[in-house]
């Protein structure tokens, strides 16, 4: 329900809409009309399909409604009449038949009504004609559901004035260039195929590529940081997730089971029980505490078809998971330690500013109220012990456990959810988990759950669009072209290129028959970090012409030297 002056503003403005479109398109069946962040929108069932060149006739409309002033008018009628007065628009006497109140609220704002209960401007004249604007259209299914007609969804943006709507447009505009997935062909990284399925993206040479740098750099870091690597197959027995409460708790997001010789299985939706059944192959001690297991899992979880977006929302992913089984005492500096690594790793791609979330104990609930407290004190301890600024979401951990998440911000200052760490006290229940204490007894472990980046697949999309396909050096596929200006300098190329593939760079000879200024262009289009342009004065001074991707041509530089200012950056990550 809209609470905010903007917000009344923004949902009188989608009645506005969706009146213009009824004077447009006679004949228009009505959805609904929500507030939603930075705007608004409305479903509607149109005669004729709408194209994006009608939007500034809609829009038109709208200011020519806006300027006769018209007066929002409430009423509450029985629903009988409500009936009778949306007898011709189907979706309405549906929620008509929903409403569990006796009676129905309406609006009528000239000869415009709808069924809502408000609040509204008492008139359009509280309307800043500069401050809005239609967007776009999309298809939706009628509540939602892929069983209903697809409806046609009217976007429009308001706000206070006209310089945060001209801010919010030049914002929009730049997401756009950076959007992954429009890069990610561009860049040639990967791209979904209707034919393999919604949700799955294949990854190309380039995109695949990408990846492994950023996995081995991962890997690299966890073997440093106390790390084990374990693999599991993507497959496991329905009894397992029976044992686990994931196929009572968290079956809508799970696939269904297939059949192997009578007996079903399940394709994973988390790597957990397999390091648990790990776990379970030896006897522990309190001295082989704490053990922290890593593994670059890929899961599988259902998600509506309507919300699958590029790399960022798939049915497939993997994540960069890990398991920490520690002693009680232990769980301090476990947290500490594990909030320590996550912020230094997304450092290092480049992300520097993130919101942190505690997210405390939920009204249902497993284990001991102590183990929570106990817990929450835990996560609590570590993050003013390294003096993090967070917020608390209360009631919004997991049933089996306190949590801290982390969101990043990219360049345009977009929140994405990527660390989290969770306490468990479900799974080491349910599966019997134990070590030997101090005094020689069992005891069961902590059991936490961490992802440092989330998943591959999102992560990567979001370092497209925070880096708008020009990665740095260090992450960057291909980090040099070389360019031979004439045929006679494919063999000097050939040995620059041999040279510098002795030292672990990755380039690309581009020898096309295409002028070099043009080449060029093509190279700053894949955001190509560095050009290595070769003719004969580069030949004879064993050098090569160097352009940079951010400060163009920086001269002529012995090969030797563009090797060590290349791995020098590449050293550092940049
Ligand atoms: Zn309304
Ligand atoms: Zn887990």
Known sequence: MPSSEIEIIRHSLAHVLAAAVREIFSGTKFGIGPVIENGFYYDSDLPIPLTPEDLPKIEKKMRELIKKNIAFEKQKISKEEAKKLFKDQPYKLELINELKEKEATIYKSGDFIDLCRGPHIKSTKEINLDAFKIT??????????????????????????????????????????????????????????????????????????LRQIIEDYWIGEHLKNGYELLRTPHIARLGLWQKSGHWDFYRENMYSPMDIENEKYIVKPMNCPGHILIYKTHIRSYRDLPLRWAELGTVYRYERSGVLHGLTRVRGFTQDDAHTFCAPEQLGQEIDSTIKFGLKMLKTFGFKEYDIYLSTRPEKYVGALKNWEKATKALEYALKKQGLKYQVDPGEGVFYGPKIDIKIKDSLGRAWQCTTIQIDFNLPEKFAVAYVNQKGKKQQPIMIHRALLGSLERFTGVLIEHYAGAFPVWLSPVQAWIIPIANRHNKYADKVNRQLTAHNLRLEIKNENETVSKRIREGELQKIPYMLVVGDKEEKAKSVGVRDRKKGDIGMMKIEKFIEKITKEIKNKK
């Open 136 to 209: 776009k259209i999309a298809g939706a299914y009628w509540q939602g559901d892929e069983k209903n007609p697809m409806l046609t969804r009217i976007y429009g943006v308001a706000f206070d004035n006209k310089k945060d709507l001209d801010n919010y447009l030049k914002n929009l505009e730049e997401a756009e260039k950076r959007d992954h997935r429009q890069l990610g062909q561009k860049l040639d990284l990967f791209h979904i195929d209707e034919e393999f399925g919604a949700g799955l993206p294949l990854w190309h040479p380039k995109g695949a590529l």
